[in-house]
């Protein structure tokens, strides 16, 4: 799919946040652990959740989803080695390796997909597993767990992954005796589904703390749980705000206090935030400042939003610059604003743009989700006609985007 778009800057109006979608990717899989129905809300209506319903239902599982609410139910006894080619179409079904573990003691998947950021090992969630008492072995493109005693143990990330922080609670929630994970990850994400497992019956202390102790528990019921909105989305709509000559965006539903490392780079470079409780506005200005900024794990800025980031520069003049360090390769739009004319460029881990850039039409591809984004917010910036192919990387994320984008004034079309 292609979306095609005749760029404007005056955009302005008001957009519904929904829910968050890397709490979404784990919530469903980690759902399994339930040894009674459940029902989750705010679950946004996108194609990586899309899959994962596909895949629970492969299993044995009943979902439902109508109007962003889940009801999952389990139908028959879950056979552990698990057939479903779903699981290669994205990153979060490592987490059925977890959930499963801890629900089965045994699982057989496929490895995840996912965007491809440069190299992204797995080696700090199988460690763990290894850790909790799991034999781990790889069967062709297949990996298979196994735990005849899964117990308790003291996990020490090299790295906060996000990835591996939730993978390894899902699988001690249910191992006999005490998990400890240090050097945890502490993204809002992580919190959420760690909420979401308290409200299952799950012992959990130090969400959202570098330090994560989980006792192990051997039944887990059902639960009625909403899932927090989703940052990376309300981000990149106040990204636009900042790129955009309008009266101003406001976003709904979403929780500000878990987006400072973002707001205050747009307020430090001159844009005007209102901030109230659950929305909040931007009003760009003429004279934006130049920036240099640097991802890094929560609360810091998120690699999420760095492609995105490096849009705002092509506006701004002067020099700025983004230093991704989580990744290490995020810089698949680098070349397609190129082919607009931007004058930006890679060095290292390090993007620099000299602006202002004055873009002109072209035809783009989409390489993964937020290049995606980038791709549509650096469309407004040139009347001309913008095309952007491989779209559909957009739908994985994004819950409604084209029509969110449609009701702040962007001229966009899917085919
Ligand atoms: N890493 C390892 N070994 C591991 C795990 C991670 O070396 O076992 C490395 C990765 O290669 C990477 C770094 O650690 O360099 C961070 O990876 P992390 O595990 O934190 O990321 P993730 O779990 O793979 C999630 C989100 C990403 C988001 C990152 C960072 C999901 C499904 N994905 O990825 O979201 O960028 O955390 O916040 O939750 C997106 O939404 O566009 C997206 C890519």
Do not use: W
């Not at 005749?6 to 979608?21: D, H, P, Y």
């Not at 339930?34 to 492969?58: G, H």
């Not at 290292?348 to 743009?353: E, K, P, Q, Y």
């Amino acid at each position: 799919m292609k979306v095609k778009i005749r760029g404007k800057r005056r955009l302005q109006g008001t957009v519904e946040i929904s829910g968050a979608k890397n709490s979404a990717v784990a919530i469903i899989p980690a759902a399994v652990l339930a040894d009674e129905p459940l029902t989750i809300r705010n679950i946004p209506d996108i194609q990586d959740v899309r899959t994962l319903i596909a895949i629970l239902q492969e299993i044995g599982y009943s979902v439902s989803f109508r109007d962003n609410i889940l009801r999952i139910k389990q139908l028959t006894k879950i056979d552990p080695d698990i057939g479903s080619e779903e699981v290669k179409k994205l990153r979060g079904s490592y987490y059925f390796m977890g959930a499963f573990l801890g629900k089965l003691k045994k699982v057989k998947i496929y490895a995840s997909g996912g965007c491809n950021l440069g190299h992204r090992p797995i080696n700090f969630h199988l460690d763990g597993f290894r850790k909790l008492g799991a034999n781990v072995a790889f069967e062709g493109e297949r990996i298979a767990l196994s735990a005849p005693k899964l117990k308790g143990a003291s996990i020490a990330l090299g790295f906060p992954s996000v990835g591996a922080t939730i993978n390894l609670m899902l699988a001690a929630v249910k191992a006999r005796g005490e998990t400890v994970i240090s050097n945890a990850a502490i993204e809002p994400e992580i919190v959420d589904v760690g909420n979401f497992l308290t409200s299952m019956g799950a012992i959990i202390e130090g969400l959202g703390t570098p330090t994560i102790k989980i006792k192990g528990v051997k039944y887990l019921h059902g639960t009625d749980f909403t899932i927090s909105p989703d940052r990376i989305e309300a981000g990149t709509f106040l990204i636009l705000g900042a790129l955009s000559k309008g009266k101003g965006i406001t976003v709904k539903n979403v929780e500000p206090e878990k987006m400072s490392s973002l707001l205050n780079l747009l307020r430090g470079i001159g844009c005007e935030l209102k901030i109230g409780m659950n929305e909040i506005h931007i009003k760009s200005s003429d004279n934006l400042r130049n920036f240099h900024v640097t991802t890094k794990p929560y609360p810091g800025f998120p690699t999420d939003l760095g492609q995105l980031a490096t849009v705002l520069m092509l506006v701004i003049e002067g020099n700025s610059s983004l230093k991704e360090t989580i990744f290490s390769n995020r810089f698949s739009h680098v070349n397609e604003l190129k082919k607009m004319g931007a004058d930006i460029r890679v060095e290292g881990d390090t993007i620099h743009v000299q602006g202002p850039c004055k873009l002109k039409k072209a035809t783009l591809v989409a390489h993964d989700l937020r290049c995606a984004a980038a791709l549509i917010l650096a469309s407004t910036l040139t009347p001309g006609l913008t095309v952007i192919e491989n779209i559909d990387v957009l739908l994985r994320g994004y819950e409604n985007p084209i029509q969110k984008f449609r009701s702040l004034g962007l001229n966009i079309n899917i085919e």
